[in-house]
């Protein structure tokens, strides 16, 4: 999750010195115990691949996202329905 946030806000080559070192990290308390799980291990490898193509499609990118923009469409989401008399 640190990478990803790392990836939005720093930039992409801060995201993949982040990502690294995460895995790095994790590699060593979670290789081995995991085969036990078949479950967790297939969820978190549905993660792990939807991290990879979506960190891959937005480096083959040329646009840059506007993170001012982002409270607006959030907001702006859902457009306002007129009252109902009643």
Do not use: E
């Amino acid at each position: 999750m640190h990478d990803l946030i790392a990836f939005g806000f720093c930039g992409s080559r801060v995201g993949l010195v982040v990502s690294a070192l995460c895995a790095i990290a994790l590699a060593y308390f979670s290789l081995g115990f995991l085969r036990d799980y078949t479950v967790l291990l297939a969820s978190l490898m549905a993660y792990g691949v939807s991290t990879i193509v979506c960190i891959a499609v937005n480096l083959m990118s040329s646009s840059k996202f506007d993170f001012s923009q982002i409270d607006q469409k959030v907001i702006n989401y859902d457009p306002a329905k007129p009252a109902t008399q009643g």
